[in-house]
């Protein structure tokens, strides 16, 4: 099941919500739905494990989570943890990550939008344009934190 570890009023679209809400039982059944996985992180505050569906954006040989909706959840118990794991069905692969926040992190976000223009969520998240330059989108990069994915050694489970 998925637990949402968004807080209304922290920028999510309530529409995001309800379409995690659909996708999550499908990944957790292992269907393969393109880019998406389950992200599963252990809440910051709490502790308690948290479960949501994310992009794992592949670009440059390198695999990144890019939060386009900017500070949520997720992106907070990532930043404490350092690690979480990727999930879907029984496939799950332990994850460690590193925040970017140099220029890559503009490319990275710039390759994600234009990637994935036709999507009116990502669409609507960000300011810069698919044909934008990469000017455009380090005026908004601190808007969409982006880590970079290492394996954590613990390999497909």
Same mark, same amino acid.
Not at 17 to 22: E, F, N, P, Q
Not at 58 to 78: A, I, K, P, Q, Y
Not at 104 to 110: L, N, Q, Y
Not at 117 to 125: L, Q
């Given at each position: 099941?998925?637990?949402?570890?968004?807080?209304?009023?922290?920028?999510?679209?309530?529409a995001?919500? $309800?379409?995690?809400?659909?996708?999550?039982?499908?990944?957790? #059944?292992?269907? *393969?739905?393109? *880019?998406?996985?389950?992200?599963?992180? &252990?809440?910051?505050?709490?502790?308690?494990?948290?479960?949501? *569906?994310?992009?794992?954006f $592949?670009?440059?040989? %390198? $695999?990144?989570?890019?939060?386009?909706?900017?500070?949520?959840?997720?992106?907070?118990?990532?930043?404490?943890?350092?690690a979480?794991?990727?999930r879907?069905?029984? $496939?799950?692969? @332990?994850? %460690?990550?590193?925040?970017? @926040? !140099? %220029? @890559? @992190?503009?490319?990275?976000?710039?390759?994600?939008? &234009?990637?994935?223009?036709?999507?009116?969520?990502?669409? !609507?998240?960000? #300011?810069?344009?698919?044909? !934008?330059?990469?000017?455009?989108?380090?005026?908004e #990069?601190? &808007?969409? *934190?982006?880590?970079?994915?290492?394996?954590?050694?613990?390999?497909?489970?």
């Amino acid at each position: 099941m998925i637990q949402d570890n968004e807080q209304p009023g922290n920028g999510l679209p309530p529409a995001m919500l $309800r379409v995690g809400g659909l996708l999550g039982p499908l990944l957790n #059944a292992g269907v *393969p739905l393109g *880019p998406l996985w389950l992200l599963e992180t &252990r809440g910051r505050k709490t502790g308690a494990p948290r479960t949501v *569906p994310v992009v794992v954006f $592949r670009s440059d040989g %390198e $695999r990144w989570l890019v939060s386009v909706f900017g500070e949520t959840g997720w992106v907070g118990n990532l930043r404490a943890a350092g690690a979480a794991q990727l999930r879907r069905g029984r $496939r799950a692969e @332990r994850i %460690e990550v590193t925040e970017v @926040r !140099d %220029e @890559r @992190r503009a490319m990275v976000a710039m390759r994600l939008r &234009r990637s994935f223009w036709f999507i009116p969520f990502v669409r !609507d998240a960000f #300011a810069a344009g698919p044909r !934008d330059g990469a000017e455009a989108f380090e005026a908004e #990069a601190g &808007r969409h *934190p982006v880590f970079l994915i290492s394996d954590a050694g613990g390999g497909l489970a």
